[in-house]
């Protein structure tokens, strides 16, 4: 070969690797978000939604806005095509809300009212709720599959935020005329249960159930709904409980519906940059944070099958308005902002999740596959001190902020600290854990071993649950089975389809116990140990003194960046020679 075709050739291999070199990371492909983690109205700020991994996000369609005038007006601006243009692109599902009853179509109260004609047959004109489902289906059916009936039904009248001034009765009348017709238009549209709030009415979604499997026709027709919502707020360990108590109620009465937590959050009251005075529910910015990745983390191990922040963004929000917002008003963003980022990329592609709650802390165990997440925090205002069984040599030990350190295995062991809760609520005390640790694994499907020596008297876990849950690809997920206490299973067992068959023969005289323990009594092994530290100060996990090589490249670009770095020299190298000899010549 002549010298000038080797030239050229080195000079294109040389070429070719400075390229891989630049363009090779950035042409990486992320994968697409899991779709059981949302964000109501996402819409506000595409580009953080994006950088959030939101999957879904709730959009509400206000009957009185789309339809202000009567039957024959229709408002389409109140929900931009480009709000569903955009969700698509960026690969997220759309769930719509449907409430809020114009003036002109009820008798009742405006927004709240029980609509005209709601007892007339489904195909008549002064059905005026029918008519109004079946033209919003006929829109937008096309981009959206999900419709949620309304809004937290179970809150009373005369009560602040009541929506719905109906009885249980005539929301069954609302849901079930809605399911007729939207299923008309697209037979394979899913109707889901408004949200319940649970404490608003603890015997409500009893009551509704009761009126669903007492219609003959219900069975025929799924019982006119394919997904139960509830909305859980401020308690992290009410989030099991409130999910565990909506599935018994379904279950009384025959029924196997998937769970969805549309909304879960804790607002902060001592945000510097927004503040808020209310008479109780003290939450810190830091307690935001530990909150979502708490509830979601809990919602997970319970069999929620989709699990959404409320919101994204405050928009709109007047001075000393409730600060739910990831992102505040001006765009900047609250530390929870970082922590939903963490669920989206620590908590996607779990297989099955497992809730061990001890007397002082808590962990939730994400089998993932490929690799094993375990979130942990204390319960109460005492420093804990751990000791966790390893899955691997060494760990990757992320705190709430996104802060990441190596953590080496020890004896089978890695030992941390973990701070105490806040618990400053004067009214509840410990209503969220204390900051909140990631330890992430490359491992998974494995269960971790029984700790060794012997727990504190006060150490027994009173609550060990593992819910096998469906990864999500182009399918949604489904997370529908009951938590039991059982010995961690190595192959969890799947769980159903999306839609699953209910029950044949309900029984509408069931009922579950109407106050049961929020702590469930069932016990197992620890497999982990904890002893309260004596050290008052909240100490973080002291970090090892070797450098986490996942903070110097990621996993999935280490290999590609070594070998075009190596091609690179190499051919710098050549070029070199070859001009030497070049030189010498």
Request: aromatic share 8%.
């Given at each position: 070969?002549?010298?000038?075709r ?10 070719i690797?400075q ?52 039957p ?22 759309v ?134 919502t ?15 108590e ?82 505040r ?103 969220i ?8 694994e ?60 209910p ?47 996942f ?35």
């Open positions: 070969m002549s010298r000038s080797v030239s050229r050739l080195v000079l294109a291999l040389f070429v690797g390229s891989l070199l630049f363009v090779g990371p950035a042409a990486a492909q992320e994968p697409p978000p899991d779709v059981r983690f949302g964000a109501v109205e996402a819409f506000w700020d595409s580009a953080a939604a994006v950088e959030a991994g939101v999957g879904w996000e709730r959009i509400l369609f206000y009957w009185s806005e789309l339809q202000p005038n009567g024959e007006d229709w408002n389409g601006y109140h929900v931009p095509d480009d709000w569903l243009s955009l969700a698509a692109q960026q690969g997220r599902e769930i719509g809300l449907i409430k809020h009853t114009p003036a002109w179509a009820t008798e009742g109260p405006p927004g709240c009212g029980v609509p005209k004609g709601l007892d007339l047959p489904i195909d008549d004109p002064g059905n005026l709720w029918a008519t109004f489902v079946r033209r919003v289906v006929e829109i937008y059916g096309d981009r959206i599959n999900r419709w949620v009936i309304w809004n937290e039904p179970d809150i009373e009248l005369e009560t602040y935020g009541n929506e719905w001034c109906g009885s249980s009765e005539q929301y069954y009348r609302l849901l079930k005329v809605a399911y007729l017709v939207a299923h008309e238009v697209d037979p394979d549209v899913q109707i889901h249960l408004a949200g319940i709030t649970f404490w608003h009415n603890r015997d409500y979604l009893d009551q509704f159930l009761d009126h669903v499997v007492q219609d003959p026709t219900a069975p025929t027709h799924g019982y006119y709904f394919d997904a139960a509830v909305h859980i707020y401020f308690q992290t360990e009410s989030v099991p409980y409130v999910i565990n909506a599935r018994a109620a379904l279950r009384a009465h025959g029924l196997e519906k998937p769970i969805w937590v549309n909304e879960t959050n804790a607002s902060p009251d001592s945000d510097p940059q927004w503040p808020l005075v209310r008479p109780r529910w003290r939450v810190s910015l830091e307690e935001q944070s530990s909150f979502l990745l708490q509830s979601f983390a809990l919602a997970l191990s319970a069999g929620a099958q989709r699990i959404a922040v409320y919101k994204l963004k405050d928009v709109g929000l007047p001075p000393g308005g409730e600060p739910f917002g990831l992102i008003p001006d765009g900047s963003r609250r530390p929870a902002f970082e922590a939903y980022k963490l669920i989206t990329r620590y908590y996607a592609g779990t297989i099955s999740a497992r809730e061990e709650r001890h007397a002082l802390h808590e962990v939730v165990t994400l089998n993932r596959g490929e690799a094993t997440t375990r979130v942990l925090w204390a319960r109460r205002d005492t420093d804990v001190s751990v000791a966790v069984p390893a899955l691997a040599p060494e760990a990757r030990l992320i705190d709430q902020t996104g802060v990441e350190q190596r953590l080496v295995a020890q004896d089978g062991m890695y030992a941390l600290t973990l701070p105490a809760a806040r618990c400053a609520d004067e009214h509840a005390g410990c209503i854990g204390g900051p909140t640790y990631l330890l992430v490359g491992v998974g499907g494995t269960a971790p071993p029984v700790a060794t020596g012997v727990p504190e008297p006060t150490d027994a876990p009173v609550v060990t649950a593992t819910v096998a849950v469906t990864p999500t690809a182009a399918v949604t997920p489904t997370a529908g089975a009951t938590p039991e206490p059982t010995t961690p299973s190595a192959t969890p067992t799947p769980l159903p389809t999306e839609t699953p068959t029950t044949a023969t309900p029984t509408a005289t069931a009922t579950p116990t109407p106050t049961p323990s929020p702590m469930p009594t069932a016990t197992q092994t620890s497999s982990l140990s904890e002893t309260p530290s004596s050290t008052p100060t909240p100490v973080p996990p002291t970090p090892t003194a070797t450098e986490s090589p903070t110097v490249l990621s996993p999935g670009l280490s290999m590609p960046f070594a070998l075009v770095v190596l091609v690179s020299l190499l051919a710098l190298a050549i070029v070199g020679v070859w001009f030497g000899g070049l030189r010498r010549r």
